[in-house]
């Protein structure tokens, strides 16, 4: 766990805040005004933490309240040695934050990566909560007929997945992410791809390795991969129920995608967006990889915020 005044050279100057209330303490950042209409909660992924969000949050808060969490094994929060570290889990740990803590609506769901899933368990249990969703290089998995195949041909495909399915298979991917702080940046850069590698500097490496100090740190990013290519392994959150799919198919969505991404293909990814929300825009930042908050992090900023403003009287009718 990274400790709670770390700022990493100033690149990170939030505030830290935690909460235990779904049994581990739970860091997350709370800026902008708390009387805005509207919250935004960004969402990370792996190998990532709040960390992959620090160019956005300032300019997002000014205008809306920014939450952003780190998962249960990622950046300042705990890894507890008693999870299991399933999707459900972090699902469960969200739920927890953003109803029981903070009791949030008029949320718009802003993911990354594992971030999607997760954040589309959360919004699948609380429709009524969520006002928007922007998904960036992600999925979201709302029980469309095509998406399971799309998922198996991009893990067929991707340099990512295979890699991880080979690691898998032979037993090395538990010593490879167990050791996570001198191999998750290089992981980053040659097998998720980021394009701008004269941002890797010391203390980004330093930002992104801070987490895993040993092999007991390391559970929540040995425990994502594992899920979807353990041989046999059943898709990692179930069927949603269709009555929620259908209310959150309705809101106001956008895919933001880096084209270059090697993980999640955007040839495959565009398409299971588009399943769910065939009349949504989907934005492609050419020069973006897995990762466009650290490739293209103005441009992004510019197509968020965007969508938000486009959007805003759409999302308050609904709302």
């Not at 040695?81 to 889990?89: E, V």
């Not at 469960?92 to 609506?105: A, C, F, Q, S, Y």
């Not at 898998?168 to 998750?184: C, F, P, R």
């Not at 009349?279 to 930042?285: D, G, M, Q, R, T």
């Amino acid at each position: 766990m990274i400790p709670s005044d770390e700022t990493f050279d100033g690149t990170w100057p939030y505030r830290a805040r935690y909460t235990e209330a779904a049994g581990f303490r739970q860091h997350y950042v709370d800026e902008g005004p708390p009387e805005a209409r509207e919250t935004l909660v960004l969402l990370h992924g792996e190998p990532t933490w709040g960390y992959l969000w620090r160019h956005l949050i300032d300019p997002l808060a000014r205008r809306h309240r920014v939450i952003v969490p780190d998962q249960m094994g990622f950046g300042k929060s705990a890894t507890p040695p008693d999870s299991d570290y399933l999707a459900l889990d972090h699902i469960d740990n969200l739920e927890t934050l953003l109803v029981d803590v903070l009791d949030l609506n008029r949320i718009t769901l802003v993911l990354h990566d594992w971030g999607g899933p997760i954040g589309t368990g959360f919004a699948l249990r609380h429709p009524d909560r969520v006002d928007r969703i922007v998904a960036i290089n992600t999925v979201l998995p709302l029980g469309m007929p095509g998406y399971q195949d799309l998922m198996n041909a991009n893990h067929a495909d991707s340099a990512w997945f295979r890699w991880a399915g080979a690691a898998q298979a032979n037993g090395t991917l538990d010593e490879i992410l167990g050791n996570a702080g001198s191999s998750v940046t290089h992981l980053m850069l040659a097998l998720q791809t980021i394009t701008r590698p004269e941002i890797v500097t010391p203390t980004w490496i330093r930002a992104y390795a801070g987490h895993f100090t040993d092999r007991a740190a390391c559970r929540g990013v040995i425990r994502f991969p594992q899920q979807l290519v353990t041989l046999g392994a059943k898709p990692p959150l179930p069927l949603p129920d269709p009555a929620a799919a259908a209310a959150l198919r309705a809101k106001p969505a956008v895919l933001l995608e880096g084209m270059r991404d090697t993980a999640l293909l955007p040839r495959y990814i565009i398409p299971a967006f588009r399943e769910a929300f065939p009349s949504a825009p989907v934005i492609e930042l050419p020069n973006a990889g897995h990762f466009p908050q650290e490739d293209a992090p103005d441009a992004l900023l510019t197509a968020l915020e965007l969508f938000l403003r486009t959007t805003e009287s759409l999302a308050v009718t609904r709302g």
